[in-house]
């Protein structure tokens, strides 16, 4: 069998094995006994080592068709030790695999053929074995037999396949399996990952997580779900690259072992944090003016605070949208002393005397005397400040009118500062009894931190995708900071360097959190340093959490390599399909006819043909079908610019790993020490 045929028959009995066995034969008689085919010895001799090579020759070919037809059977298990998976500062590691050609399109083609089921589907032996194991699972003498069935041990001839599901054919087209890799370089391109439920997309991030782990890169993971396998993954790597007192962990599930973020407290434009609490909110129909209205009032409230020398959090943000009178009072307070006269407050004094509250107009009634002794003595006297005029406007709402206006911003809030959650989100500095460091991203870059973000989903979804938009939103305001002036501005003596850093950012059922703060993460803050890493199931989520199927589009274009795993979704496959190129299928057909003879003077009553002909069909070089049918940690990927790779992912076996925590106290532990003996190491 030579790959130069017209058609490459592997679904076939091995037929080499005859003429191997004969030359083998033939080659041992004329070394034993060279006068049986009456020869002379040295022509015997010669012609038994021909022979041999000959017969080693057909053993090859009939080895090869056998073990075709075993992988077409089997779905071996590929299982890989943390210690090792290989790092380089080059390439990225992502399995075994092959490149997927036009022979490997034609060879799963073949495999639709019913001729060749037999070569495909289990033996008849092993289905039998998968009855009995059912048949004799309660059976009190026979059960221990059914055990030794299921033992996935060399010797039981009929071990059951693992657990993986799918069709074994779609890698066994090709036998000859070589290490994949990407080029390091293509990262910044940012990398899409879509597998439906359950086929081994984390497993896909561990690996991705580990490798930049160790080559030293700044770490972060957005993992919604919160995964506990995941995250003590993370912490068992850190370790393993020696990189321990880098973790943070902040998980809102596990406030007990999470440090703290102020998901508002650090910005770039004071602007930035308005937007951040007010995303979330809906902004269709009528519901766009009171997102406007919110964000006014929201901005207005921040700026108020920045210029008190007061980093906004979202308790003190909820604290004065539902009571606006203390933050007009301290605003005042701060303000006057540089426009007004140094007897400001006993003139503001007199005027509270005066107030009487029957004479106040409705809105008013029921406020204190001193805010309007204070707002009209700033009218009487002239003096502006577009702060304090804000403060102002709104200080003489109508109470109910404003509630009203700010009813879609209050729920949200209070979620956000209700229970453990707000301590982990509205941290207070000047609490030095609390050991939980305060993470900030500008700070885990420039110390090259590993940072896992648990969001808690699956408990509350609203407060999750309010902390995850407002960390997306900061962390592009820092690299927006990054690209501009670098990582170390601010520091003394810091001047402007060319090398940029590694931010790898995996971004877990990133369907969850994506929004408008995410699409500028990935088409403009790469040239800051940042290469996104996104793990979804159908691509329909994405476009139903954005809302917009040309904004959709927009995101997608941004990842330049794209990793699909088994989808059940047809428009998600045919993201990967529709863009490989079409190929030449081979098909075989049997032609066979009868012609009677119309001269009856002819001896010849009638003649007879058989023929093969081979017709060529172009058609697509992958199929969605053929991704929907993929075994669990198989995937495609479309690498370096459209080269389509075939490829088994490697899954990180927990066995004999004395790094990997066995339960979350393991990680609470780690945690307490090192929050402990750094960030507050006086008190050790």
Known sequence: ??????????????????????????????????????????????????????????????????????????LPRYEITANAIPVSHQRLFLGKGFLWQQQHSQRLRDTLNPRVRHYIEPSVLYQLARRLE???????????????????????????????????????????????????????????????????????????????????????????????????????????????????????????????????????RITEVATRLTNPLPSEGNSAAFREFAWRFTNMIAVALVKMGKRPDYQLITRYITHIEPLLTDYYRHWLPEVAPPDWPQQVQRIAETINERDLPFALKGRSPEVIALVRYVKEQGFYDAVADGLRSAFEYDKTYFDKIVASLLPLMEKLITGKTAALISPDYTDLTDTRPIIDWRQIIRRQGIVYVGLDALS????????????????????????????????????????LPTISLHADEFNELIGDEFIPL???????????????????????????????????????????????????????????????????MEVSGVNDSADPDSPIDFTSQNQDRISVTDMPMLAPATVMALPKGQAFALLEGGHLWKIRIPLPTQANDALLPKNLQEVANEMNRRYLSNDHWWAS
């Open 460 to 499: 509350d979804m609203a407060v999750a995708a309010a902390v995850g938009n407002s960390m997306f939103a900061d962390l592009v305001s820092v690299s927006g900071e990054i690209y501009k002036h670098g990582t170390d501005r601010g520091l003394p003596d810091a001047e402007k360097t060319q090398t």
């Open 1 to 74: 069998m030579k790959s130069h045929y017209p058609v490459e028959a592997l679904l076939r009995p091995p037929v080499e094995l005859w003429s191997a066995a004969c030359a083998f034969s033939c080659a041992l008689i004329a070394g034993l006994a060279p006068w049986a085919m009456m020869m002379t010895p040295s022509v015997a001799y010669a012609t038994a080592v021909l022979l041999t090579l000959f017969g080693l020759s057909r053993t090859r070919d009939a080895w090869r068709v056998l073990r075709y037809q075993r992988n077409m059977r089997k």
């Open 522 to 588: 990935l088409n403009k803050a790469g040239g800051s340093g940042f290469q996104v890493t996104a793990y979804t199931q159908t691509w329909s989520d994405v476009e139903a959490r954005i809302g917009n199927k040309a904004k959709a589009g927009q995101v997608a274009g941004n990842f330049n390599t794209l990793i699909m795993l088994r989808v059940k979704e047809l428009a998600t496959a045919e993201m990967l399909t529709n863009q490989l190129d079409t190929c030449n299928i081979s098909t075989l």
């Open 134 to 268: 059912i048949r004799w699972e309660h059976t009190p003498i026979l059960k221990g037999l059914a055990s030794c069935l299921q033992s996935p041990v060399w010797w039981n001839p009929v071990a059951p396949l693992p657990p993986v599901g799918g069709k074994a054919a779609i890698h066994a087209v090709e036998w000859r399996e070589q290490t994949v890799t990407m080029d390091l370089r293509e990262r910044v391109g940012h990398i899409l990952v879509l597998g439906t439920t359950r086929v081994g997309k984390t497993r896909l991030a561990e690996l991705l997580i580990t490798q930049d782990i160790a080559r030293g890169d700044t770490v972060i993971v957005f993992d919604p779900k919160g995964d506990a396998a995941l995250m003590k993954r993370v912490v068992a790597e850190a370790k393993r690259a020696g990189r321990s007192k880098a973790l943070y962990i902040f998980h809102l599930g596990y406030p007990e072992i999470s440090c703290r973020y102020n998901a508002i407290g650090n910005f770039s």
